[in-house]
């Protein structure tokens, strides 16, 4: 397994992140018994993973406490809250006072099993809630950091809705975060331009999120996004093939799988620290691992997903 520095937060942290949430939610999305999702996490750990994340909403947080009793100090917990009131609209305005929020740490630490949090991130903010982020929140997460409960202040983006990263355009501009999780990927490429440069300059930790998800793994979801995007105008249809758009990726001495491109893509770009990945299977975890330990794609390669997708910032991929 590879490490490496989480920014300004000087964490050692393994550069493939355990994912308990996304389609899968380490499996129990689609049936895995409690017993299997902790099986899943405890032999990512054993294969070096020290970075986990999980977040309120994807129900997971009481399997994350499971599998790390006795373990806690070989990893790294980094979990989300929402910051709407329940059952609020996610893009509206009735949102937690930090009272409200403070109480709602106190859960996460139940569910966790422990006595702090590493990473604690405002989950799935928007540009229109951001400012009460700043006002009302930050103060209550500086609170619980006093207290010993919280390590370091992290925000998230809704990628699927803010797919040209507003929100964290803004939060960048504030010296208050100390991690950001940003979508990116070998279709939408767009953070480089206006998330990756800023997080260096800052030296705040990056955590990559969508780095493979349903536009990258399936054939049928592949074209049709690929048609979306030569109908906007956004990609240009004789720069690839349209029938087989990623093929290119498949020549020999480049990579086996479009799934192993796309790890791959985003573990070696410039500011991304670490890439999650997430699965409800042994198997695939093994496989997903070893891919996001191998080297960068060739150059030509690169250049090409360059020269297709570079403009793109319209879709998510999920």
Same mark, same amino acid.
């Given at each position: 397994m590879q490490y490496v520095t989480l920014g300004k937060t000087g964490l050692n942290v393994s550069s493939?992140? &355990?994912g308990c949430g996304g389609h899968s939610r380490l499996g129990q999305a689609y049936g895995n018994s409690t017993a299997q999702s902790i099986a899943i996490i405890h032999?990512? /750990?054993d294969m070096g993973v020290n970075f986990i994340d999980t977040a309120t909403a994807y129900g997971t947080e009481p399997i994350v406490g499971e599998a790390i009793k006795g373990r806690r100090d070989?990893? #790294?917990?980094?979990?989300?809250r929402t910051i709407f009131q329940q059952g609020a609209s996610p893009t509206g305005n009735e949102l937690l006072t930090g009272a409200e929020f403070i109480t709602g740490v106190e859960d996460n630490l139940k569910l966790l099993g422990t006595d702090h949090i590493d990473i604690l991130h405002l989950h799935g903010v928007f540009a229109n809630q951001y400012d009460h982020c700043v006002q009302e929140l930050v103060p209550a997460l500086h609170q619980l950091q006093d207290q010993g409960k919280i390590r370091f202040l992290g925000v998230t983006e809704r990628f699927i809705r803010d797919t040209n990263h507003t929100m964290l355009s803004r939060a960048l501009e504030d010296d208050v975060w100390d991690v950001v999780m940003t979508g990116f990927? /070998? #279709?939408?490429?767009?953070a480089r331009h206006t998330v990756l440069p800023k997080t260096q300059e800052k030296n705040t930790g990056t955590l990559i999120m969508f780095a493979v998800?349903?536009?990258l793994s399936d054939p049928d979801a592949t074209a049709e996004i690929i048609s979306e995007l030569i109908s906007a105008g956004l990609i240009d249809p004789s720069d690839l093939d349209t029938e087989n758009p990623f093929s290119? &990726?498949?020549?020999?001495?480049c990579a086996s =799988?479009? =799934?192993e491109a796309a790890y791959r893509f985003c573990r070696h770009e410039p500011g991304a620290h670490v890439v999650? =990945?997430?699965t409800g299977s042994l198997e695939h975890l093994k496989e997903n691992l070893e891919v996001l330990q191998m080297p960068a794609l060739p150059t030509e390669a690169q250049d090409k997903l360059r020269n297709i997708f570079g403009n793109v910032d319209s879709v998510s991929g999920n």
């Open positions: 493939a992140g &355990l032999a990512a /750990m070989e990893v #790294i917990i980094s979990t989300k990927n /070998m #279709i939408n490429p767009s998800r349903r536009a290119f &990726l498949l020549a020999p001495n =799988t479009v =799934t999650l =990945t997430g």
